[in-house]
């Protein structure tokens, strides 16, 4: 049986990952919260962890047992990133499933690479810092780079390595979830690698407007409008 760590674990992503995870009797999942919600009456029996992401010693305490950490984080992901690392050296733990943001190199090419770093280059800035400690440590890390995100209840993604362009303007979080469990299932899948997710057939200029809007995005008429929230 793997055991998995989600740190984050109410973020839509994990929530994602969690509902398609509850009943495979192969994963053993222990749930780190931030803020002592109660989980939803299906997580029940699951182990839950009330700890901060940047707290070295609450980190440290829940990798006790664990194989596999994943982190879907927001805030200061530079300092979780720079934590959890540390954290998982000392501990003796190497598998790390990371996510982040498409943008974060400057990967994505044309007219939608140029208005994504526009709305989004504070953002991709501060994911950028985190990635960077996470590809210098010596774990077995795989980052992953969404497109920007919808609702939708569908699994349909394709990926994209290190190196590669991205292509699609969006994906849906149960498709990111879904290659999140791919990772889970076989971890000597894409180590030490940085992976875009994106929906085949939705290249373009812009995500659709119903998905930027669903993300608190919209097309700015000036930098300080620019409001974007992504989870």
């Known amino acids: 049986m793997t055991k998995l ?26 749930l780190f919260l ?27 305490a829940a990798l006790d047992g664990q194989d596999i950490v994943y982190a879907s984080l927001a805030g200061d992901v530079q300092e979780e990133a720079k934590t959890i690392v540390k ?28 208005w994504n770093q526009q709305v989004l280059g504070g953002y991709c800035h501060r994911y ?21 995100l919808t609702n939708l209840d569908e699994v349909d ?21 879904a290659y999140v469990i791919s990772l889970v299932k076989d971890p000597d899948k894409d180590v030490r690698d940085s992976v875009g997710v994106d929906k085949p057939g939705t290249e373009g200029d812009r995500p659709r407007k119903s998905v930027m809007l669903a993300n608190g995005g919209y097309e700015p008429n000036v930098k300080e409008d ?6």
């Open 5 to 30: 760590l989600i740190i984050g674990a109410t973020s839509l992503i994990a929530t994602q990952a969690e509902n398609m995870l509850l009943d495979d009797s192969d994963v053993e999942m222990t």
């Open 34 to 60: 931030r803020h002592p919600e109660k989980p939803d009456d299906k997580f029940k029996n699951l182990k839950v962890i009330v700890g901060d992401a940047t707290n070295y010693d609450d980190v440290y």
């Open 87 to 114: 954290a998982m050296d000392d501990a003796g733990k190497k598998r790390l499933i990371w996510t982040s943001s498409l943008g974060i190199y400057n990967e994505i090419p044309g007219e939608f690479g140029r």
């Open 128 to 148: 950028r810092l985190a990635a960077d400690v996470v590809e210098k440590s010596d774990l077995d890390y795989t980052i992953i780079r969404p497109t920007w």
């Open 157 to 177: 993604y394709e990926t994209a390595h290190r190196n590669d362009p991205f292509r699609g303007t969006e994906v849906s979080r149960k498709s990111v979830a």
């Open 226 to 231: 620019i409001k974007v929230r992504f989870k």
